[in-house]
């Protein structure tokens, strides 16, 4: 096996690891419960853990995200939202979004195992939708 053969096979299996082979979708999760953890006190969403009806709105919000891809780089500091998620399964997942001063959003969104987070640019109508979700009562 030559060198170029060798290092395109470890480059593909790094980004198979890391997830980033993925398809860009992402993958169909059914969490049980969740809790905003930290919001750095940049979004009118309160701290707190959401109820039944808003675990529900947060998981169909997530996965009808599309657009998503497995390569992300230069992810920001300072979400000006994160949603830490539960499932049945004990695995645990987070949402953290970012608004920056043009008011252009993109969501991370950690899965389970994945190394790499999921990127979503999101439009300010799907930050509102968001937003709606996870203020629901």
Known sequence: MTTRIASILITMSVFALAGCADAPAVTVHHYTSAEISANGGESDVTERPLTETQVTA??????????????????????????????????????????????????????????????????????????SALNAQ
């Not at 169909?60 to 998503?68: A, E, K, L, V, Y």
């Not at 992300?72 to 000006?80: E, G, L, T």
């Not at 252009?104 to 999101?122: E, H, I, K």
């Open 58 to 131: 947060l998981t169909t919000w997530i996965n009808t995200r599309s657009g998503c891809s497995g390569m992300s780089a230069n992810i920001p500091d300072r979400p000006s939202l994160d949603v830490q998620m539960h499932e049945a399964n004990g695995q645990s997942s987070h949402l953290s979004v970012y608004t920056r001063d043009d008011g252009s959003s993109t969501a991370y969104l950690y899965q389970g195992n994945r190394l790499v987070p999921m990127r979503c640019p999101l439009t300010s109508a799907e930050v509102a939708t968001l937003k």
